[in-house]
């Protein structure tokens, strides 16, 4: 299983970025998905969860209103839309994939251990 995610870069404060997570050897529509970040210095936090249809999706108060995530299962791929990007968005972002049931992701439950493979990240810098 590898999950390779991509479209980081380099952007201005209220700038917009769209990542992509691409799968190979699994099929996603069997999985939810979570984007974690890690910001240097800090620990890693989640950002937003996916369950396996779709239909239900959390997002952190940080990022709630500003980011967005959706999947494409035919493509095997999940995107997270990042709007008005703030100084304090600059992380590594990672992509996720567990068997997470729908009740826990709609109550903000899901934690990182949940997730069982992990893609490799990509750099979000964003600049004043």
């Known amino acids: 299983v590898q999950l390779q995610a991509s479209g980081g870069g380099l952007v201005q404060a209220g700038g917009s970025l769209r990542l992509s997570c691409t799968a190979s050897?699994?099929?996603?529509?069997?999985?939810?998905i979570a984007w974690f970040r890690q910001a240097p210095g800090k620990e890693r936090e989640g950002v937003s969860y996916i369950s396996s249809t779709g239909d239900t999706s959390y997002y952190e108060n940080s990022v709630k209103g500003r980011f967005s995530t959706s999947r494409d299962n035919a493509r095997n791929t999940v995107y997270l839309q990042l709007n008005s990007l703030k100084l304090e968005d600059t992380a590594v972002y990672y992509c996720a994939i567990g068997k997470v049931p729908p009740v826990v992701i709609r109550q903000g439950l899901a934690s990182a251990w949940e997730y069982d493979y992990w893609g490799r990240g990509t750099q979000v810098t964003v600049s004043s």
């Open positions: 050897g699994v099929a996603l529509d069997d999985y939810a």
